[in-house]
């Protein structure tokens, strides 16, 4: 669950692994944080691209859950043109990604790990970014995950020369 901070070796960039550190920061007495622990003041220069998700359970049985977006930063209106907050992933202008984001937010929550990765966004704005994300737990009782904060970070594919980025990237 909490042990170990393996996973920070594995962030590329500086700005994850600061909101990574914010987030362990958090994590008390082996217990994950609530939404309320995340203050935006502490966040604030990582906030315009922070989200926090929730799972909405399948509205009928053998359904998939979704995600909904119950906070979302002002830069993420660069790669949709649109507001997010309070919308679900599937409403998402992401085409074939909605798949990749229902299998990274699931294994958040069913493994209980954080996890980062790299991705291309797959929105009209944003073909020639590279998404640079990691989604950490939530959790209302210490326990049980019923939440994701996320931190993503876009840059050009032409200003990311050691890391190419593939669809299916992800990293626990």
Known sequence: ???????????????????????????????FPSREDILPEEIHQQLPMTTIMERVPAATEGGQARYKHRLAGTGFWNLYDQEIQGRHVDELPIGCRVDYWHKVLDQVIETRKPL??????????????????????????????????GYDHLAKMSDVPLVKPQPEKIYA
């Open 116 to 149: 980062v990765g790299v991705t291309r966004p797959n929105t009209p704005n944003g073909s020639h970014l590279a998404q640079f994300w990691v989604r950490l737990p939530l959790s209302e009782n210490g326990t049980d995950i019923n939440m994701i904060l």
């Open 1 to 31: 669950m909490l042990s170990g901070n393996a996973l920070r070796h594995q962030i590329i960039l500086p700005q994850q692994q600061k909101f990574y550190d914010y987030w362990r920061s958090k994590c008390r007495a082996g217990k």
